[in-house]
């Protein structure tokens, strides 16, 4: 079987090498020059199979006041018709019964997602500095301190290890905790979750599929449409020339939208920006890979290097604040944990970037409305961690 997958990000590329183990004749076509320069290239690096917790509960209600009034650091919004029609989405989402269905089923996925890596590592020799850290999410109040019992409560009732721990034990876990500048309760401990690169993994499979000759590869090829006949997917046309298949499969984050809108088929996904920065090490680099909730900031070390990501900005595809953004992040960073990284470093690498984001945070994965396209996006800030599990249950719908 012929199978297209449009998108080279880690989701598109995870997709390509499930397909291939099942015998189909794979093509991979991203307008990008390489794999994993868009959303893949320098996410958080944090494969948190355990910390699947919703965006949308009961108590964001308290917190958009500030929001819309731009009191929230780690978020900023820009107000503007596609964003309220999601928004309105969203906020139907924020009831106790929909968090706790919606942080259970992409527990689900993301655990299976774990297990799947687990037997990727000891098949596919690549390296992206993979490593079982720990994660450690930092609790400041009560409220968070209360929030967080019950998740986790819930989590372990759903097979997730997962414990609450008082500061002094997070410390005991991650001795670098004693130099942060944040005034932490509490933690949420899960010693399963790991660290990795997405962009080394995303680079080291596609040369690995291509020696392997399992994958082709169609880089700097901008598709102008998908070309349906009598409700089936028939080609996609590129500049110059078009490319047939039996099935296709969307992974390309927030440009799904617009390639699938003039098919009829309307996904609810609103292009969430964040960023990151990456630096080399210091003297008190934490070993866990640390998340100061309130915050919206992570800190994970992934080989010699630090990353250093947070914010949720609801802007659409402005960039105009990218570099301000990064500039405040790179800020804060220094403030809550000024030995974890080397800040005065010249060679430290920013990024800025959309997560496609979902009202309820569970991705499209399957059969769309069109005979043989199927859907693998809408992952937002989870694609990374999520990536195994729905890349193998697409390939095996294709292969069905």
Not at 183 to 194: G, L, Q
Not at 294 to 318: M, P, S, T, Y
Request: aromatic content about 6%; charged content about 20%.
């Amino acid at each position: 079987m012929r199978v297209l997958v449009l998108g080279a990000g880690v989701v598109g590329v995870t997709t390509a090498y499930y397909l291939s183990q099942l015998g189909c004749d794979v093509t991979v076509v991203d307008r990008e020059s390489d794999v994993a320069l868009g959303t893949s290239f320098a996410n958080a690096g944090q494969l948190s199979y355990s910390f699947t917790d919703s965006l949308a509960r009961p108590d964001f209600f308290a917190q958009l006041p500030g929001l819309l009034l731009g009191r929230d650091p780690g978020s900023r919004i820009r107000i503007d018709p596609r964003l309220i029609g999601w928004g309105l989405r969203f906020l139907t989402q924020c009831t106790s019964r929909r968090a706790a269905r919606n942080t259970v089923d992409l527990l689900s996925i993301a655990m299976r997602s774990g297990e799947l890596m687990t037997d990727f590592l000891q098949t596919v020799p690549i390296e992206f500095s993979h490593r079982a850290a720990g994660k450690l999410i930092l609790l400041t109040d009560n409220n968070q301190l209360r929030a967080a019992q019950e998740t986790a409560a819930l989590k372990r009732a759903n097979g997730c290890d997962t414990d609450v721990l008082t500061r002094a034990e997070s410390i005991s876990i991650e001795p670098a905790l004693a130099d942060i500048n944040e005034e932490f309760v509490a933690a949420v401990y899960s010693k399963d979750d790991s660290v990795a690169d997405a962009l080394q993994f995303t680079s080291g499979l596609r040369d690995h599929l291509e020696s392997s000759r399992q994958v082709t590869f169609r880089l700097n090829a901008e598709v102008r449409a998908i070309e349906t006949v009598q409700g089936q997917f028939k080609h996609v046309a590129l500049e110059n020339e078009t490319i047939e298949a039996d099935a296709i499969i969307v992974c390309a984050g927030v440009q799904s939208v617009e390639l699938l809108r003039p098919l009829g088929i309307r996904l609810p996904i609103y292009p969430v920006r964040g960023y990151s920065v990456t630096l080399p090490l210091a003297d008190a680099s934490p070993a866990a890979s640390i998340t100061a909730l309130r915050r919206r900031i992570a800190i994970a070390r992934l080989g010699e290097k630090i990353r250093i990501a947070g914010f949720a900005d609801f802007v659409g595809n402005n960039t105009n604040a990218d570099q301000e953004r990064i500039r405040s992040l790179l800020q804060l960073a220094r403030d809550i944990a000024p030995r974890a990284a080397d800040y005065d470093a010249a060679d430290w690498q920013p990024w800025a970037e959309n997560r496609p984001m979902t009202p309820d945070g569970r991705p499209f994965v399957g059969q769309s409305a069109i005979k043989n396209l199927y859907l693998n996006t809408g992952h937002g800030m989870l694609g990374w961690t999520l990536a195994h599990a729905c890349a193998a249950d697409v390939a095996a719908a294709v292969a069905r």
